[in-house]
């Protein structure tokens, strides 16, 4: 059975940071390719950021230059640190794996962008 365990979410003012980081139970993690997802007030859930195995990352545009993913497979996480945040960054953020079939969604992880 996998687990997934976000944390590190909170209030923030605009063109502030937060550090998230995803724990991952019941896996072979270091196999595993994954992703940072958010999903805002009223709207789907998107993808966010992927990292393989390998390390090799890709970002959604709406992020690129300001979010950075990195995992550390020895403790079987994942992280997303976000920089210079907008309010429309406002969602609940979840990890995953970055492709199909999904393991089942951890609670996820909120993250409010706010003067």
């Known amino acids: 059975q996998v687990q997934l365990v976000e944390s590190g979410g909170g209030l923030v003012q605009p063109g502030g940071s937060l550090r998230l980081s995803c724990t991952v139970y019941g896996i072979m993690f270091m196999i595993d390719n994954m992703a940072w997802y958010r999903q805002a007030p009223g709207k789907e859930r998107e993808w966010v950021a992927g990292i393989s195995r390998g390390g090799y990352t890709n970002y959604a545009d709406s992020v690129k230059g300001r979010f950075t993913i990195s995992r550390d497979n020895a403790k079987n996480t994942v992280n997303l640190q976000m920089n210079s945040l907008k309010p429309e960054a406002t969602a609940v953020y979840y990890c995953?794996?970055?492709?199909?079939?999904?393991?089942?969604w951890g609670p996820g992880t909120q993250v409010t962008v706010s003067s």
């Open positions: 995953n794996r970055h492709t199909l079939p999904y393991y089942d």
